[in-house]
């Protein structure tokens, strides 16, 4: 048992006893309408709809997390961003986290294939790891063979199905 703020707990007692009360229900379109036996309706619910993809070109993807090869996915390293934009072209391009890099791509259904991947060529000592997250994730995009975004979130799968990299849309 919780007990909460006076409002909630008689909002809350009202709820419970229309759920009981229900007699039938009616679901038309976005509506669910529950009513007692006189055909009174009692609650209205709408359904929830999810928000719609986000498109995979024109969308700043930022990487929250990646297999780091070991069998464990990991958060990217704090105080770093790794970025992935796809055009209408067929291109890529982003930060890897230090460096920039490009290359080309093609999807066909929720196939993806990446293009040889280029890159400039700075070194990046802080935050401590950069330069060996940035080259994981640079091998991890050349393991690429699928992907998937579901609302605000792009997955990207290796050849066996398995989550290699997680983006979420940039504000």
């Known amino acids: 048992m919780m007990a909460g703020p006076e409002e909630a707990?008689?909002?809350?007692?009202?709820?419970?006893?229309?759920?009981?009360?229900?007699a039938t229900f009616s679901g038309v379109g976005d509506d669910?309408?529950?009513?007692?036996?006189?055909?009174?309706?009692?609650?209205?619910?709408?359904?929830?709809?999810?928000?719609?993809?986000?498109?995979?070109?024109?969308?700043?993807w930022e990487l929250t997390s990646y297999n780091n090869g070991n069998e464990a996915i990991v958060s990217v390293i704090a105080g770093t961003e790794i970025t992935l934009t796809f055009d209408e072209e067929g291109g890529i391009a982003g930060s890897a986290g230090c460096n920039n890099y490009f290359a080309s791509y093609e999807t066909d259904g929720n196939a993806l294939i990446f293009g040889m991947i280029g890159a400039t060529k700075m070194f990046c000592d802080e935050p401590e790891g950069t330069m060996a997250q940035e080259s994981t994730y640079l091998k991890l995009l050349n393991t690429a063979a699928g992907y998937q975004i579901e609302g605000d979130t792009l997955t990207v799968q290796d050849s066996s199905?398995?989550?290699?990299?997680?983006?979420?849309?940039a504000e």
């Open 32 to 60: 669910l309408k529950l009513f007692d036996a006189d055909g009174t309706v009692l609650l209205v619910f709408k359904m929830a709809v999810p928000p719609a993809p986000e498109p995979l070109t024109g969308t700043t």
């Open 161 to 169: 199905e398995k989550i290699i990299l997680t983006f979420t849309a």
């Open 9 to 22: 707990m008689i909002q809350e007692g009202i709820y419970l006893k229309l759920l009981n009360e229900t």
